[in-house]
């Protein structure tokens, strides 16, 4: 398997400017979560899936963050319009419940700078 | 929310030596995984833990799931130079639920 897959891995842009950062899960796997890295503030929970459903969105930070997940395969991360405190890495990590285990698999990250 | 504090927050050691780090929690954890990442990279699972006082290895790495579910022990033995990097701990109270992340232990060997 490929593993998580993310795009893209960097993106510049420009304060106000629309940001769609996009995550392929491990095929199978059922829940799909975005995290966000800072060094402030370390690794957040933005938000969660499980087959396709949005679990738990309480860590998106507000309005202008938004995430869809239309099917099994795809989920994209959107903030419009970006301000520079966005500036962060961006994970996407997608897991599978069989019995007895449990574990994240994350991708490489999007590195987001927003000017 | 739920809270992970990982102890020590960076350390420095000797190639060779052996490393100790923790991880404690206010909550009660039933799934402990630990994770390390490199720069500009994902984090990548190192070891994960499923019951308490669970003590599992992978190759020099051993971590120990904590009796009281609130803490999780990770040791690295014999050091070498592709141990640097930072260290971090997540718990998850029940399957299907979310991931909690300590802030991580950053690593530096010296050679």
């Known amino acids: 398997d490929a593993g998580v897959i993310q795009s893209p891995r960097h993106e510049v842009t420009e304060m106000g400017q629309e940001v769609t950062l996009r995550c392929k899960p491990i095929?199978?796997?059922?829940?799909l979560f975005w995290y966000r890295q800072t060094m402030m503030r370390g690794l957040e929970l933005l938000i969660y899936?499980?087959?396709?459903?949005?679990?738990?969105d309480s860590g998106m930070p507000e309005d202008r963050f938004s995430a869809k997940m239309p099917n099994a395969s795809f989920s994209t991360l959107k903030i419009q319009p970006s301000e520079p405190r966005d500036s962060a890495v961006y994970f996407c990590?997608?897991?599978?419940?069989?019995?007895?285990?449990?574990?994240?698999?994350f991708g490489a990250g999007s590195r987001l700078t927003v000017l | 929310g739920q809270q992970l504090n990982q102890s020590p927050q960076s350390m420095f050691i000797q190639e060779g030596e052996d490393v100790s780090m923790n991880c404690t929690s206010s909550s009660i954890f039933n799934t402990w995984l630990w994770y390390k990442q490199d720069p500009g990279e994902g984090p990548v699972l190192l070891i994960a833990l499923y019951k308490a006082g669970e003590l599992t290895s992978n190759g020099r790495l051993t971590a120990q799931f904590g009796i009281t579910r609130k803490d999780s022990f990770l040791n690295i033995s014999a050091s070498i130079p592709s141990d640097v990097g930072i260290y971090f701990c997540?718990?998850?109270?029940?399957?299907?639920?979310?991931?909690?992340f300590g802030p991580g232990t950053r690593l530096s060997v010296l050679p």
């Open positions: 899936f499980n087959n396709n459903v949005p679990i738990d």
């Open positions: 095929s199978g796997h059922d829940y």
């Open positions: 997540a718990g998850q109270m029940d399957y299907g639920q979310n991931f909690v």
């Open positions: 990590a997608s897991s599978f419940i069989p019995s007895g285990a449990n574990v994240l698999t």
